[in-house]
Every structure is written in structure tokens, then in C-alpha cells.
């Protein structure tokens, strides 16, 4: 069965450094592979996703992540955090031969001022 | 605005009782999802509906059942709530699989 892991699931950055938020799935399909945002109280809103095509994928927010399929990562990473980047970030990949998606335990990240 | 509905956003039974929350969609979609979150447990799928008139089990399905009322409408009910059922809901929609989902702004539920 398909699986996603997110290692960390706390992450600090300093405002204007590098985000870079893993996420790692397990089938050997390319599945179709997507990263959330919740804000404190909210939904879960698309940042981006990646069928197919061009493996580098960029979303809203100044966000991007890039699909290796050797590694099975989809990592997430951001070139300069603002402190409003703080939030909850969940991977999530679809179940082959399904209508589901599975995703990770979420990773909180948070912006040092 | 277009989207996916939840209600209620609060909810608090107590052991035993019982209660459905609604969910509703306008984007037309097929499919619609019930998902329950958790801290450090991410999201976990309880039903899902792949399209009107079809129903099935996610991976936390035991304590709930579902209608899928019409294309629009998914609702979850809890018939004997427990502690162990306190959360956030989250419903969801998507028109294909490689889209995404929708998600609802969610209710949170407690259960004393």
C-alpha cells in the first residue's frame, strides 16, 4: 500500500533562509504527488502538485518542490521564509488505482524573527 | 464563493449521543471525502464517495457511516459517539484525482 513519510515534524527557520520540508513516498508507480498548507483554525489550501511533465513544479506563496523519482522525494523548499510561512505543511500522494489520497503526519513550520 | 461547506464548525456530545455533520460542495464535483485530523496522526480518510450513488470505506471507518445524499451532498454520522472520536472533520471534493481536493474549513468535535 502506498505510504508518504515527512521527516520532521517540527521544522524552525530564520526569516529570509531556506525552507526545505521533506516528504517521501513509497510506491514504485509514479503516483500524482501534492503539498498543503493549514494556517492555525483552517482548512488544508493547494500550494501545488505534480502529475506529469516537467518535475519541478511551482506553487503559490513562492513555494516549489521537485519530483526525483530514483529518490521517491517530492521535497518542498522555499529560497527565503517570511515570518506569514508559519503553518502546517502535509505531502500527500494519490493511492494508485484509486480515487484517494494518502498523506503524511505534517510537518509545523515555524519562521524566527 | 464557490467551495466546500461544513456544519457545524463546533460540536460538543456527550458519550452515547448522536449527530451527523453536513457537507456540501457547488464545484460540481464527483468525488467527496470525509477525513479526520489528529495531532501527529496528519489526515486520515474515514468514507469516501467516488461519485453519487457510491460509498466506501477509508481507513478509519468504524464508528461512522455516510450518505451520499446527492452530487452535492456527503454527510457523516456519528451514531454512538466516543471520546475517542473527538477531532477535527475535514470534508473534501475533487473533480479528478490529478486536481486535488477542496477542502471544507472543517468541524471540531469533542465528546465528553
Known amino acids: 500500500a502506498q505510504s508518504v513519510t515527512q521527516l520532521g515534524s517540527h521544522v524552525s527557520v530564520s526569516e529570509g533562509a531556506l525552507v526545505l520540508l521533506r516528504c517521501n513516498y513509497s510506491s514504485s508507480v509514479p503516483p500524482y504527488l501534492f503539498w498543503y498548507v493549514q494556517y492555525p483554525n483552517q482548512g488544508l489550501q493547494l500550494l501545488l502538485k505534480y502529475t506529469t511533465g516537467a518535475t519541478l513544479v511551482k506553487g503559490i506563496n513562492g513555494f516549489e518542490a521537485e519530483f526525483k523519482k530514483s529518490e521517491t522525494s517530492f521535497h518542498l523548499t522555499k529560497p527565503s521564509a517570511h515570518m506569514s510561512d508559519a503553518a502546517e505543511y502535509f505531502c500527500a500522494v494519490s493511492d494508485p488505482g484509486t480515487y484517494k489520497y494518502i498523506f503524511g503526519t505534517g510537518t509545523r513550520l515555524k519562521v524566527l524573527a | 464563493n464557490a467551495g466546500v461547506t461544513q456544519t457545524p464548525k463546533f460540536q460538543v456530545l456527550k458519550t452515547g449521543q448522536s449527530m451527523t455533520l453536513q457537507c456540501a460542495q457547488d464545484?460540481?464535483?464527483?468525488?467527496m471525502y470525509w477525513y479526520r485530523q489528529d495531532p501527529g496522526m496528519g489526515l486520515r480518510l474515514i468514507y469516501y464517495?467516488?461519485?453519487?450513488?457510491?460509498?466506501d470505506k477509508g481507513e478509519v471507518p468504524n464508528g461512522y457511516n455516510v450518505s451520499r445524499l446527492n452530487k452535492r451532498e456527503f454527510s457523516l454520522r456519528l451514531e454512538s459517539a466516543a471520546p475517542s472520536q473527538t477531532s477535527v472533520y475535514f470534508c473534501a471534493s475533487s473533480e479528478i484525482v490529478g486536481n486535488g481536493y477542496t477542502f471544507g474549513s472543517g468541524t471540531r468535535l469533542t465528546v465528553v
Open positions: 464545484m460540481n464535483h464527483n468525488s
Open positions: 464517495s467516488a461519485s453519487e450513488g457510491t460509498t
